[in-house]
């Protein structure tokens, strides 16, 4: 499935009936779904073109959230292990929503992180929260690493 997003030599095997792709930072091989299509792509961008450490990446992050379990798609850390960055993934052929928007902001309760991303791997949206004035602005391009941690240089 061609994304908006760089190729990458992609590591696919099957097992049994199950198709799996090689997870970079999880270091394992997952189900291959639409998403998790998308997912890699974008780890391998923000790490190939973007500077971004995959030490400091996690792939199915668990939080809690008013007493419920949930999972962010992949977050993004510091170098002190803070949050910085929380990126939510669709297929391709889901539309990114307002709907999708409130999902990620519903995680971000819990994180607080500066960066938002939401891709269907043809779409990327990036947000940059401002908890001193209580806004946001959707940012033209993803940042860099260096960018994402230090970003008032």
């Known amino acids: 499935m061609k994304l908006n997003l760089p190729k990458y030599e992609v590591k696919i095997r099957k097992e049994g009936n199950a198709t799996k792709i090689f997870d970079v930072l999880r270091n394992k091989f997952v189900a291959l779904t639409p998403e998790e299509w998308v997912r890699q792509h974008f780890v391998h961008f923000l790490i190939d073109e973007k500077s971004y450490p995959a ?23 510091d170098r002190s292990l803070t949050p910085k960055m929380i990126i939510e993934y669709k297929r391709p052929d889901v539309e990114i929503t307002q709907k999708v928007f409130d999902q990620i902001s ?40 260096p960018e994402l941690i230090n970003p008032h240089s």
Not at 55 to 77: A, F, H, P
Request: with cysteine.
């Open 55 to 77: 030490s400091l990446m996690g792939n199915e992050i668990q939080l809690n959230l008013n007493s419920m379990s949930k999972r962010c798609d992949t977050v993004v850390y």
């Open 106 to 145: 519903r995680y971000n309760i819990a994180m607080r992180v500066d960066f938002l991303i939401v891709s269907n791997g043809l779409e990327h949206y990036c947000c940059r929260i401002n908890y001193e004035e209580q806004n946001y602005e959707f940012l033209q391009e993803i940042p860099s690493y």
